[in-house]
């Protein structure tokens, strides 16, 4: 008995491994290969997985030899994996095919409807741990100790199911140990060695995307400018230090932008495309990995590129240029170059359309500027020269000097384009203005400027301040029959500047200071276009933690503020 029991324990072992070298490499062939990244399979996955382990099982009945009119297997091995790696359903898939086969292949055996039942109940057991354990069940300890458990069961079940007992006694005695043995540990081999596998792709994927991310974040500098000669050149010198490929290329779509490495002889910069498979992805827009110089179509007879990742690159839609990798018979480009040069064309797609969103940007900034000076200069130059008018003839050096802050005040108001401007010329944008208006309402116009020495030559955004101060003129302390107070406060704190302009004026509610601030109501008008210029454009320049604070009580003033980073004119 102890022969049959080594010779068997033998054969079980040698089948095992090849039954586990043919799933490896059936597994990496099939879609299941993504659970390297996932881990977890998609649903549409799991009727896969239960299909592949359930053939895996029915092959595992055949693994050892028929003992005593029964089949000594390797079906444990399967079903054990099976539900460990893909949960419930699967182990109970596989459990069901590989278990239903056993009973099928002989429905009279002694041994048919134990072993079967026995099997299927493996697969939903290790599926039942898969849960338990929330997915973290690819682990050779786990299938260890459920190959022993469901080993065990299997062969009391045999022992108390199958008649007559005197020959199931006689078939456990010599199957109990090799398969309690081969099935344990080959699961556990099994399972560590999927285990190893997917943690292996996973390094190799995350070492990919963080391949892809460091190329990105260095080019982004670059592509931001749009795809030009020197855009490209720096863009393909980052992918030629980061990538081992033989050349890297950055065409337009009539022209060579840069090229790097084997072939620069005859792949000029500034000439035209020499490649037919080049012309071919720009017209139809389909990336290509082409294997030799044939497909590639280079018009030199001895370039000496043999095969090429050609990806186009995108913008709005339009395809505007290609990206491409070569490679030559000392440097062969594989799959992984492939994906790698299709997301780095991706990643540039966008960072070239970024530019057209950052140029419609400024383009909108510059106008709500020229819609805020028209809305500004009419109204305000036609009010100053009245007052100046009625100056000329009693006091004319008072008319003089208001003409000279008139004059300072357009050209500094006309000449901003909405970029940035030294605080102390913002301010002197404020003097001026209120000049103007405490030389139109006399003593009902009071103000107060306060700036914290050393921040004069600090820059804020150009053409904010002022109307700010203007809207606490016109709209809080005229509105009171005496006037009042506006006072400006500029202050440094924490790498910021502060500034708040409060007037101690008529003052809104709650309600009103919101719809002045999104344009609502009454407020949605040209009147009121200063206030919620400042808030947009505080937002796009330095993000909402920057933007416009309004507090306000009727009949207690107004206090508007806003921080912007410091920053100095040099």
Same mark, same amino acid.
């Given at each position: 008995?102890?022969?049959?029991?080594?010779?068997?324990?033998?054969?079980?072992?040698?089948?095992?491994?090849?039954?586990?070298?043919?799933?490896?490499?059936?597994?990496?062939?099939?879609?299941?290969?993504?659970?390297?990244?996932?881990?977890?399979?998609?649903?549409?996955?799991?009727?896969?997985?239960?299909?592949?382990?359930?053939?895996?099982?029915?092959?595992?009945?055949?693994?050892?030899?028929?003992?005593? #009119?029964?089949?000594?297997?390797?079906?444990?091995?399967?079903?054990?994996?099976?539900?460990?790696?893909?949960?419930?359903?699967?182990?109970?898939?596989?459990?069901?095919?590989?278990?239903?086969?056993?009973?099928?292949?002989?429905?009279?055996?002694?041994?048919?409807?134990?072993?079967?039942?026995?099997?299927?109940?493996?697969?939903?057991?290790?599926?039942?741990?898969? *849960?338990?354990?929330?997915?973290?069940?690819?682990?050779?300890?786990?299938?260890?100790?459920?190959?022993?458990?469901? =080993?065990?069961?299997?062969?009391?079940?045999?022992?108390?199911?199958?008649?007559?007992?005197?020959?199931?006694? +006689?078939?456990?005695?010599?199957?109990?140990?090799?398969?309690?043995?081969?099935?344990?540990?080959?699961?556990?081999?099994?399972?560590?060695?999927?285990?190893?596998?997917? %943690?292996?792709?996973?390094? *190799?994927?995350?070492?990919?995307?963080?391949?892809?991310?460091?190329?990105?974040?260095?080019?982004?500098?670059?592509?931001?400018?749009?795809?030009? *000669?020197?855009?490209?050149?720096?863009?393909?010198?980052?992918?030629?230090?980061? /990538?081992?490929?033989?050349?890297?290329?950055?065409?337009?779509?009539?022209?060579?932008?840069?090229?790097?490495?084997?072939?620069?002889?005859?792949?000029?910069?500034?000439?035209?495309?020499?490649?037919?498979?080049?012309?071919?992805?720009?017209?139809?827009?389909?990336?290509?990995?082409?294997?030799?110089? +044939?497909?590639?179509?280079?018009?030199?007879?001895?370039?000496?590129?043999?095969?090429?990742?050609?990806?186009?690159?995108?913008?709005?839609?339009?395809? /505007?240029?290609?990206?491409?990798?070569?490679?030559?018979?000392?440097?062969?480009?594989? &799959?992984?170059?492939?994906?790698?040069?299709?997301?780095?064309?991706?990643?540039?797609?966008?960072?070239? #359309?970024? &530019?057209?969103?950052?140029?419609?940007?400024?383009?909108?900034?510059?106008?709500?500027?020229?819609?805020?000076?028209?809305?500004?200069?009419?109204?305000?130059?036609?009010?100053?020269?009245?007052?100046?008018?009625?100056?000329?003839?009693?006091?004319?050096?008072?008319?003089?000097?208001?003409?000279? #802050?008139?004059?300072?005040?357009?050209?500094?108001?006309?000449?901003?384009?909405?970029?940035?401007?030294?605080? +102390?010329? $913002?301010?002197?944008?404020?003097?001026?203005?209120?000049?103007? %208006?405490?030389?139109?309402?006399? $003593?009902?116009?009071?103000? +107060?400027?306060?700036?914290?020495?050393?921040?004069?030559?600090?820059?804020?955004?150009?053409?904010?301040?002022?109307?700010?101060?203007?809207?606490?003129?016109?709209?809080?302390?005229?509105?009171? &029959?005496?006037?009042? /107070?506006?006072?400006?406060?500029?202050?440094?704190?924490?790498?910021?500047?502060?500034?708040?302009? &409060?007037?101690?004026?008529?003052?809104?509610?709650?309600?009103?200071? *919101?719809?002045?601030?999104?344009?609502?109501?009454?407020?949605?008008?040209?009147?009121?276009?200063?206030?919620?210029?400042?808030?947009?454009?505080?937002?796009?320049?330095?993000?909402? =933690?920057?933007?416009?604070?309004?507090?306000?009580?009727?009949?207690?003033?107004?206090?508007?503020?806003?921080?912007?980073?410091?920053?100095?004119?040099?």
């Amino acid at each position: 008995m102890t022969y049959h029991i080594l010779n068997l324990l033998l054969t079980l072992i040698e089948r095992f491994g090849a039954m586990l070298a043919m799933g490896l490499f059936v597994l990496s062939l099939t879609p299941v290969g993504r659970l390297g990244v996932i881990r977890k399979p998609e649903p549409r996955y799991r009727l896969l997985l239960a299909l592949i382990f359930g053939c895996f099982g029915i092959l595992g009945t055949y693994g050892g030899d028929v003992v005593f #009119e029964s089949y000594a297997n390797l079906r444990g091995v399967s079903v054990i994996t099976a539900g460990l790696l893909g949960g419930p359903s699967v182990g109970f898939g596989a459990g069901l095919i590989a278990g239903g086969h056993r009973y099928l292949i002989d429905p009279g055996g002694f041994s048919s409807l134990p072993c079967g039942l026995a099997t299927f109940l493996e697969g939903c057991f290790a599926g039942w741990v898969h *849960r338990r354990l929330r997915g973290n069940s690819l682990n050779w300890r786990v299938a260890l100790w459920v190959g022993l458990v469901g =080993e065990t069961v299997h062969q009391l079940m045999v022992l108390t199911m199958a008649k007559p007992f005197e020959q199931a006694l +006689e078939l456990v005695k010599v199957i109990t140990i090799p398969m309690i043995t081969v099935n344990t540990f080959g699961a556990v081999l099994f399972v560590q060695s999927l285990h190893m596998l997917f %943690e292996y792709r996973s390094r *190799r994927d995350s070492s990919r995307i963080h391949q892809i991310l460091d190329i990105a974040n260095k080019t982004v500098g670059h592509l931001r400018s749009g795809l030009n *000669r020197d855009s490209a050149r720096a863009t393909a010198s980052i992918i030629w230090e980061r /990538v081992p490929v033989a050349a890297v290329d950055i065409a337009d779509t009539t022209k060579v932008l840069a090229h790097i490495g084997a072939g620069d002889d005859h792949h000029e910069i500034g000439k035209g495309l020499r490649t037919q498979a080049t012309r071919k992805v720009l017209r139809t827009g389909v990336p290509m990995f082409l294997r030799n110089r +044939e497909a590639i179509g280079c018009d030199v007879p001895h370039c000496p590129l043999s095969s090429a990742v050609i990806v186009p690159m995108r913008k709005g839609g339009r395809i /505007v240029g290609a990206l491409k990798l070569y490679g030559t018979e000392d440097v062969r480009l594989d &799959e992984v170059h492939f994906e790698l040069a299709k997301g780095l064309a991706d990643l540039f797609s966008t960072q070239l #359309e970024l &530019e057209d969103i950052q140029i419609k940007n400024q383009l909108l900034a510059r106008a709500e500027i020229r819609r805020l000076q028209a809305q500004i200069n009419p109204h305000f130059l036609f009010n100053a020269l009245n007052t100046i008018g009625s100056f000329c003839r009693t006091k004319p050096e008072r008319a003089r000097s208001l003409l000279s #802050e008139l004059a300072l005040f357009m050209r500094r108001n006309l000449a901003s384009d909405g970029s940035f401007a030294p605080l +102390e010329s $913002e301010l002197e944008q404020v003097r001026s203005y209120l000049e103007i %208006e405490k030389a139109r309402f006399g $003593e009902r116009i009071q103000s +107060e400027v306060r700036v914290q020495p050393g921040l004069e030559d600090c820059i804020i955004p150009a053409l904010i301040i002022q109307p700010l101060v203007e809207n606490g003129v016109k709209h809080g302390i005229l509105g009171r &029959e005496q006037g009042g /107070v506006v006072r400006l406060d500029i202050t440094g704190e924490n790498g910021l500047v502060r500034v708040q302009v &409060e007037d101690d004026g008529v003052g809104m509610t709650g309600a009103h200071v *919101r719809s002045l601030l999104e344009g609502e109501g009454e407020y949605a008008g040209d009147d009121h276009i200063g206030v919620r210029n400042c808030k947009n454009r505080l937002e796009q320049m330095f993000g909402p =933690e920057h933007s416009l604070r309004i507090d306000s009580l009727p009949g207690r003033g107004t206090t508007v503020s806003f921080t912007v980073p410091r920053r100095s004119v040099n």
